[in-house]
């Protein structure tokens, strides 16, 4: 299956509900700091939302409960590896992404025959606080270089404006938060992003 290039991410499961009727067809929910009955109730309806919609759901994260609630994509970060379960998720029949951010990580990741892995952050982000500020282009062609087919997410301060640049130095798809839940009409700019992935 081919992931679609445009891959938005939202904190709770109204946004989908805006945005997969405009076409969206990947998604990931990334809910932080909420009570484990919120976030399955929140993985319950994004991933009917989804069903409905013939888009593909990445859960961030709350593996355990992507399994349970029959989902099937997770996302892990580093730190969600060093706890995860990777035989559970894929006896479970769930596809794997996951982050990586220099070479340390990127060799650890490729041993577990990741579904996509994702680079960032690309550009400066502020929707989180992170140790690195930004990769820059070239690492994406490096990174490309190095996972081969594997697909390559970009990450981190995208905006439309800047997918094209992305995309020629190697990034096979294209993630981003602020530049859509931040912007003054998120619909008319996620309709910007898919007239400029597809
Ligand atoms: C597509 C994508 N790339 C990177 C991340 C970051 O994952 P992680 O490092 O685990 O950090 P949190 O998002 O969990 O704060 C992501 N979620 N999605
Ligand atoms: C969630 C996340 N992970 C990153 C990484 O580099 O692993 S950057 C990031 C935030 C992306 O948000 P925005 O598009 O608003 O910059
Ligand atoms: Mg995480």
């Known amino acids: 299956m081919t992931l679609d290039r445009f891959y938005p991410i939202f904190d709770h499961s109204d946004w989908l509900r805006r945005m997969l009727p405009l076409g969206v067809r990947l998604v990931q929910l990334r809910i932080k700091d909420q009570p484990s009955g919120t976030v399955r109730a929140q993985i319950e309806v994004s991933r009917d939302l989804c069903r409905k919609h013939g888009a593909v759901l990445v859960v961030n994260d709350h593996w355990q ?20 379960d990777l035989a559970a998720i894929r006896k479970a029949g769930l596809k794997l992404g996951v982050s990586t951010h220099d070479d340390d990580e990127l060799e650890r990741v490729m041993g577990m025959a990741p579904d996509y892995v994702a680079l960032g952050p690309v550009y400066p982000t502020i929707l989180k606080k992170m140790k690195w500020h930004q990769q820059g282009l070239p690492r994406v062609t490096d990174w490309k270089a190095r996972i081969g087919a594997t697909p390559l997410v970009a990450i981190g301060g995208m905006s439309v404006e800047r997918a094209s640049g992305v995309f020629g130095a190697g990034a096979d798809i294209v993630s981003a938060v602020t530049d859509i839940t931040l912007n003054a009409d998120p619909e008319a700019r996620v309709r910007q992003w898919i007239g400029a992935t597809r």
Not at 65 to 84: M, N, P, Y
């Open 65 to 84: 409960e992507a399994i349970a609630l029959g989902c099937d994509w997770v996302h892990l970060g580093q730190e969600d590896l060093d706890s995860a």
